[in-house]
């Protein structure tokens, strides 16, 4: 235990003392509410990252007033009658129980909501405009909020609170980020009044401040609060920087207790949840133009922080007093615990693929592509297995290594095979192209568990019947993965003509300038930008009508503007037809085309690898596929078929 870390430290915000400097933010989970208050699921997930460690457990957004949710489709918490207080202090005594403190964040949604969630009314804001959710998706214009209104929102915040402090929370973050209510009033963008509410910043700040001496009036001078500033809305004629930084000083001396940085608005959406594109830390200069300005106020940082190193670091530089580990406990509430006990190479690290965020979106409860007891904790536990049985595991990839991990922490004897001279599988490959290095974290978290469970590993193996017979496993788990599809195109098999993996693993032997990628799928695509990262004259393939559709949303936001700069000639609905000397000829709305290529590269998808399975189905009767072999997807389908796969082993 290293005693001497900053994110071991005891702190303190306010009256609420912490005993180290890590905490989980308020993440909309979608797990749902039940009559405006959290249900078994969101308990249990809560209650797992107050054991994990974290100091301060932030709830999901309350809404003080139920007809003004954001606008996720699930129902959501609320707080606006004290009939909801004892069912909310069952939260908060789950979450004291395991020596963690718990602040509720309190929000109303304004112009950020649907039709559906108010019911049919028209959003209410600080000034009638529309809306559109990242920029992309259009959203009920709002009607301007009356003066009467005004005064009753602001009362539902004080009363959300004083109900809140009832039921046993320790703090109350009122929720001026993100471009909710409260910064719809501190956002020239969004407030164009001309009333004593908008105007001048002195006006626009007029409700937050309103806010805040009423929430004190209910609550007391010595209730900690805690303040969400939109420090930067990276829009035109949004929230600076150096405007927030006025806002804060103003807000601090009105009796707010810490702030958290929690930029954007609907409009960059994206930002609240930077992608693996982002490095890590992206929020450092904020914080660190806070950190300066206030006086006794706390600062709490989080974005992209999913290494203890990292947290370390911005809390010795003078960025933060707290570090907020959203996406990090997500995929390991032991995060905390782990680097207590010294031991941060078992951290299981977000790799932020954004997953989670992207089935909020689709009106689903959040998931993890690296942790599959998200959701279910008290559902999914490894438990050791009352019949220890000796199981082979086929295949080294990120499926197979899950596998064999919860295999062996049940107890099962394991053995992994792998025909490469190393594991990893398509990660290894896969976290070549630019901005994909997180992608290891998979590989580098599974090492090390396997080699702590003392799992046999062989690998160059390549196994058929015999190795089974040799083995002699009561189980065996194919991991195989799958296989390019190499399609039969006239002239493919020219030397200037290579598989995508070939040029994953070796992008130097691409020679010319010109280069024509067959394929512009996630694979094709994203070796168009590793190719024209290195000076290539880049055009993509592609049959189907899109490029890359297979990516998640909050990826493909980042992803398509960079292959724009890159330059990258893109032909959907494309169909090659042969590779005649340098011309790749393709067809395209009945029409014949071509393109010049000094080389080609054939990225036409992959096909499931069912070859062993067939070969050896009827040798082991507890024979089960997972992974790519079962169909070709993603990690998130890698990763949880091979948890299950070695958990459901009787």
Known sequence: MKQSLKLLERDSIGTMELKNRMAYPPVTT???????????????????????????????????????????????????????????????????HHGAKTCIQLYHAGRQTTLAKRKGEEPVAPSAMPSTFLGRIPFPDAVEMSSEGIEKTILQFALAASRAKCAGFDAVDLDGGAGYLIAQFMSPHTNRRNDKWGGSLVKRMRYPLAIVRKVKDFVGDDYPLIFDLPMDEYIEGGITPEESLIMAEMLEDAGINAFRIHPALFETYHRVFPTMATPRGVNAPLGRLLKKKVKKAKVMLGQRINDPDVAEKLLKDGCADFVLLGRALIADPYFPKKVMQGEKDEIRKCIGCCH?????????????????????????????????????????????MEAARVAAMRGHMVVLCETQDQLGGQIVVGSVPPHKEELENIIEYLKTRLNKLNIEIRLNTEVNKDVVKEINPDVVIIATGAKPIRPKIQGSDKP?????????????????????????????????????ERGKIVTILEMTDAIAPDMGLLLSLDFHPRLDGLKIVRHTNATVTDISGDCVNYTKNGQKNSVTADAVVIAAGYKADRDLYHAIENLVEDTVMIGDCNAPRKIFNAIHEGYHAARMIE
């Not at 693993?505 to 010109?514: A, F, I, S």
Request: aromatic share 8%; with cysteine.
């Open 30 to 96: 979608g797990f749902g509410a039940i009559e405006g208050c959290f249900g078994r699921e969101e308990i249990d997930y809560m209650v797992e990252r107050a054991k994990g460690g974290a100091a301060l457990i932030f709830t999901d957004g309350v809404s003080v007033d139920r007809d003004h949710q954001l606008s996720v489709g699930m129902p959501l918490p609320y707080l606006d009658s004290d009939e909801l207080i004892a069912k909310y202090t069952w939260f908060v005594d789950a979450i004291h």
């Open 356 to 400: 989670c965020l992207d089935n909020l979106a689709s009106c689903k409860p959040i998931r993890c592509s690296v942790n599959a007891e998200v959701g279910f904790e008290m559902d999914y536990k490894v438990l050791q297995s009352a019949n220890p049985r000796k199981v082979l595991v086929v295949g080294g990839g990120p499926s197979g």
């Open 496 to 532: 200037h003509v290579f598989m995508a993996e070939d040029i994953l693993k070796r992008p130097q032997d691409v020679t010319g300038k010109k280069v024509v990628i067959v394929g512009g799928g996630t694979v094709g695509a994203e070796i168009g930008e590793l190719l024209a």
